[in-house]
T-cell receptor, first 117, second 115 residues
């Protein structure tokens, strides 16, 4: 069964550094998402992406964050200058919102644990 | 914004027994979807079951079933004949049918299955 994959599984970085988290969504999916979960807190929505542009974003997704689909398979989340409070698990998800398939379900990757020192 | 509450941070169940995980949500919308996801340790979130709010019939997937009470805004998950492989973090999630695709998650319930 197709799965969403994410790399790396764990990223450690120094405060102020840039990080890029990578995701490979399920191949025929059209919508892509990033969520994050700070330890002990809820999974929170960051951004959704469709047709090569952001379709929704939360207030968490400020100018420090950006997303990109650099090729036909990868979907990346970049944090330009990491802060201590960016330490969290970051989940990528994808969904297929065409009418022919269940339109509402998102499929999640295993997550990348980001630790900012 | 919609809120989803899971009031049980941890639950345990004896193998082969039944356990119910609670979830409540707050919304002013009438059309939405509800989900339960399972996240085993160090592995990805897997969809367990989904419910469309306009359907009165409770969703069932093998040993997993829900008790969807729309008026009470409650969406509990029942796991029957619990197995060791059911041990995981379980997340309840809400998605609007009309106002965007983002999911709203609860804080999760960690389920332990005792052999």
């Amino acid at each position: 069964e197709p799965e969403v994959t994410q790399t790396p599984s764990h990223q450690v970085t120094q405060m102020g550094q840039e990080v890029i988290l990578r995701c490979v969504p399920i191949s025929n999916h059209l919508y892509f998402y990033w969520y994050r979960q700070i330890l002990g807190q809820k999974v929170e929505f960051l951004v959704s992406f469709y047709n090569n542009e952001i379709s929704e974003k939360s207030e968490i997704f400020d100018d420090q964050f950006s997303v990109e689909r650099p090729d036909g398979s990868n979907f990346t989340l970049k944090i330009r200058s990491t802060k201590l409070e960016d330490s969290a698990m970051y989940f990528c998800a994808s969904s297929d919102l065409r009418r022919e398939t269940p339109t509402d379900t998102q499929y999640f990757g295993p997550g990348t644990r980001l630790t900012v020192l | 914004a919609q809120t989803v509450t899971q009031s049980q941070p941890e639950m345990s169940v004896q193998e082969a027994e039944t356990v119910t995980l609670s979830c409540t949500y707050d919304t002013s919308e009438s059309d939405y979807y509800l989900f339960w996801y399972k996240q085993p340790p160090s592995r990805q979130m897997i969809l367990v079951i989904r419910q469309e709010a306009y359907k009165q019939q409770n969703a069932t997937e093998n040993r997993f079933s829900v008790n969807f009470q729309k008026a009470a805004k409650s969406f509990s998950l029942k796991i029957s004949d619990s197995q060791l492989g059911d041990a995981a973090m379980y997340f309840c999630a809400y998605r609007s049918a009309n106002t965007g695709n983002q999911f709203y998650f609860g804080t999760g319930t960690s389920l332990t299955v005792i052999p």
